[in-house]
């Protein structure tokens, strides 16, 4: 099938590569020039494992383009991706500007009957907003259809072509027949639903999600005034088949570029339709205040912060991505700048230059290619992000360059027990100090 897709983030770029690695011939069409141009040089403007070999292989065989032409993009396609996207605005709303404009750039360009997907996260009612938005533009025939995307970063490409599930809102029954013509090969349930429905389901399935952080992170702060400990609980909660495994790991809380902003943009929909949504408003509360448990937990091991030097290892919302977007590992570094503190940092792969003009970044910051080398005259280490390459350090090492041999470990990456052998001062989320 002839596809486009807009936006080439992490979304768009890994249903454009994959798409076309399932033998479609994929357009990849964004605003953003510098993205094109290192993409048609084989390049990827941000990491994400196996995009880059899909999109050099993909576009030696001429299955994938990318472009900046809006024309190219909208001729002879069947099918047209939204994968713009939809931050949060000051507000806690979801920012439907890109899309606005997305579907205004359709409605002025196709030229014939084309199914307009959007894989983009967005408020109920969107998939209406898109359908009028492009009848004021044309008179060409069109249908819109709803399908969010579930991808982890980290994990994109795997997740995109093994997901557990594909979510088609549609009323149309010409465009539903071409999207599962598309999804055919898929072997996993197919959810044919309206379009709100489909847009819930991903706002819904993102809320629960957080939700169980949340609620795992207050059983972990709870252990610690009890003497219990978070790990034996849950996996013993996790192996319920009614409760699950998966999300059930205390630390510093949620981030990223999804959760933050799809639990606030839900909270408000509801707030929209006159419903307070009590228990999301909990979630947000209690992610926050895990990023301050922490930075108390320092501040009684080594007491007033003022003028100290500490090091943070992990900037990534979460391992083998580079995406610092509503990063856990940037609250903790903004709330050490608050108390006067000399940051230290580490990531495998964070840009650091994101990270030096990030907004919340607002005092003196270090950052290092080298793990240990960030330890340098530091008075203490914490573990923000749980990357493998973290797990397993020279201990020895972190214990002779660290001033204090402490470590504050945000992601529960230690074992207190070998942590009290080799001599550090430990405190992690939810367990007992050894
Ligand atoms: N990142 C994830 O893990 C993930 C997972 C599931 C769903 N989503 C949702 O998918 C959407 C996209 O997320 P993302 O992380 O890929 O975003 P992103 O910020 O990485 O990429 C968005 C891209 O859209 C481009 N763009 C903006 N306006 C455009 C226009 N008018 N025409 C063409 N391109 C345009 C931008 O230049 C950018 O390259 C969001 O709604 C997000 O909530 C994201």
Not at 400 to 428: A, C, H, Q, T, W
Request: aromatic share 8%; with cysteine; proline share 3%.
């Amino acid at each position: 099938m002839n596809i486009s897709v807009f936006g080439t983030g992490y979304v768009g770029l890994v249903t454009g590569v994959c798409l076309a690695n399932l033998g479609h011939n994929v357009v990849c069409y964004d605003i953003d020039k510098n993205k094109i141009k290192l993409l048609n040089c084989g390049k990827v403007p941000f990491f994400e494992p196996q995009v880059e070999k899909l999109v050099i292989e993909n576009s030696q065989e001429g299955k994938i383009n990318f472009t900046t032409d809006i024309k190219i993009a909208t001729e002879n396609c069947e099918i047209i991706f939204i994968a713009v996207g939809t931050p949060q605005k000051e507000s806690g709303k979801a920012d439907l500007s890109y899309v606005k404009k997305v579907a205004e750039q359709i409605g002025k360009n196709i030229s014939a009957y084309t199914v307009i997907v959007n894989k983009s996260t967005v408020p109920i009612g969107t998939g209406n907003l898109v359908r009028d938005i492009i009848q004021n533009e044309c008179d060409v025939e069109f249908d819109i259809i709803s399908n969010p995307e579930f991808l982890r970063e980290g994990s994109a490409v795997d997740d995109f072509l093994n997901p557990e599930r594909i979510i088609i809102g549609s009323d149309s029954q010409r465009a539903n027949f071409i999207i599962n013509k598309l999804y055919k090969d898929f072997s996993c349930p197919i959810i044919n639903t309206d379009i709100e429905t489909a847009e819930m389901i991903k706002y819904a399935s993102n809320a629960f999600l957080a939700t169980k952080i949340s609620f795992v992170n207050e059983i972990a702060n709870i252990c610690e005034k009890v003497g219990a400990n978070i790990d034996d609980v849950s996996y013993a909660m996790g192996l319920d088949s009614r409760i699950g495994n998966k999300f059930l790991n205390a630390g510093i809380g949620y981030g990223g570029s999804c959760f933050p902003k799809d639990i606030k943009a839900l909270s408000n929909i509801a707030l929209s339709h006159d419903y307070d949504f009590e228990l999301l408003k909990s979630v947000i509360k209690v992610n926050t205040n895990q990023r301050l448990f922490l930075i108390n937990k320092i501040k009684k091991l080594i007491g007033n912060l003022e003028g100290k030097k500490i090091c943070v290892w992990g900037i990534a919302f979460k391992p083998n991505t580079d995406d610092i977007r509503e990063s856990a590992a940037i609250d903790i570094m903004s709330l050490l700048h608050n108390e006067n503190v000399i940051v230290n940092a580490y990531d495998p792969q964070v840009n650091y230059d994101y990270v030096r003009n990030h907004k919340k970044i607002t005092g003196k910051i270090n950052l290092y290619s080298d793990k240990y080398d960030a330890l340098e005259n530091c008075d203490a280490l914490i573990i923000a992000t749980e990357w493998e390459e973290l797990r397993k350090p020279d201990f020895d090492k972190i214990d002779e360059i660290l001033i204090n041999p402490i470590i504050v470990d945000g992601r529960n990456i230690y074992s207190p027990v070998e942590m009290k052998k080799l001599g550090f001062k430990y405190v992690s989320v939810g367990r007992k100090e050894i």
